[in-house]
């Protein structure tokens, strides 16, 4: 199932394509331009679901989405400890280097937006239920 996650924010939104356990593209955009991403992401990349995380203004993104893609079914995703996980992912995917090693990450933020990284968690949660379901 190819899945679109949204990380709803005030001004900015992580967006995520997965399929499966393979994460096809990622991106961190202006919150007054995702929606035109997400267009263009369904339609290129056939995806079956989006899935909004359920925090900070999901419901205007629920809404907007709705109205401008009807024919693709649209789904809230618990959101808690969303941000925790994928900072931790952050770290992963990339280390700390120079000054930063000395440092735990626990106490450090990563030098860039990681919205799109919770986009990717949401999606995954959102397949793993439905593979728990079936």
């Known amino acids: 199932m190819i899945v679109l996650g949204i990380d709803p924010g005030q001004d900015k939104c992580g967006l995520?394509?997965?399929?499966?356990?393979a994460v096809l593209v990622r991106k961190v955009t202006a919150r007054a331009?995702?929606?035109g991403v997400v267009k263009e992401w369904v339609h290129e990349y056939g995806v079956e679901q989006?899935?909004?995380g359920d925090g900070t203004g999901s419901g205007e993104v629920?809404?907007?989405?709705?109205?401008?893609l009807p024919h693709v079914p649209a789904a809230?995703?618990?959101?808690r400890f969303s941000s925790e996980e994928a900072r931790d992912r952050y770290w992963r995917d990339h280390p700390p280097r120079s000054w930063?090693?000395?440092?735990?990450v626990s106490m450090q933020t990563p030098p860039e937006?990681?919205?799109d990284l919770v986009a990717v968690i949401l999606a995954q949660r959102f397949i793993a239920g439905k593979k728990g379901s079936t």
Do not use: F, M, W
């Not at 809230?76 to 959101?79: C, G, P, Y």
């Open 62 to 68: 629920v809404r907007e989405v709705g109205d401008s």
């Open 33 to 35: 331009q995702y929606l």
């Open 16 to 21: 995520a394509v997965v399929d499966g356990d």
């Open 50 to 52: 989006i899935v909004i």
């Open 113 to 115: 937006p990681y919205d």
């Open 76 to 79: 809230t995703v618990d959101e």
């Open 100 to 104: 930063r090693k000395l440092i735990p």
